[in-house]
């Protein structure tokens, strides 16, 4: 079974930049399908990115493209998402998931209800 651990979190002012980890410390990554999700106070929780481990494809949905990157170093068992130009709405708890196999089309992969393996999140806030 997978364990999953975020990191990186915090506080930053518009414009800032941060960089969230997603560590495996039980089990591995390979060919899996890796997502990041966040969750503001009184919204549902949405995929923002998702990486194929296998392939290396990225999914992103659309209020971030441009904006956040996300990437994997497989001999780290590590998930990153690079996140640039904050704004303040970019502000939520931060969760990392997964699931075995390919991810699919970019709504499947920012699906919430497909992941199975969850991290405990991590809090990110941006100030105007």
């Known amino acids: 079974q997978v364990q999953l651990v975020e990191s990186g979190g915090g506080s930053v002012q518009a414009g800032g930049s941060l960089r969230l980890s997603c560590t495996a410390s039980r089990g591995t990554y390979s060919n899996s399908c890796v997502g990041w999700f966040r969750q503001a106070p009184g919204k549902e929780r949405e995929g923002v990115a998702g990486?194929?481990?296998?392939?290396?494809?990225?999914y992103y949905t659309d209020s971030v493209k441009g904006r956040f990157t996300i990437s994997r170093d497989s001999a780290k068992s590590t998930v990153y998402l690079q996140m640039n130009s904050l704004k303040p709405e970019d502000t939520a708890i931060y969760y990392c998931?997964?699931?075995?196999?390919?991810?699919?089309?970019?709504?499947?992969?920012?699906?919430?209800?497909?992941?199975?393996?969850w991290g405990q999140g991590t809090q990110v806030t941006v100030s105007s």
């Open positions: 998931a997964a699931i075995p196999g390919v991810c699919g089309s970019t709504t499947q992969t920012l699906a919430v209800k497909r992941y199975n393996y």
């Open positions: 990486i194929s481990t296998f392939t290396g494809a990225t």
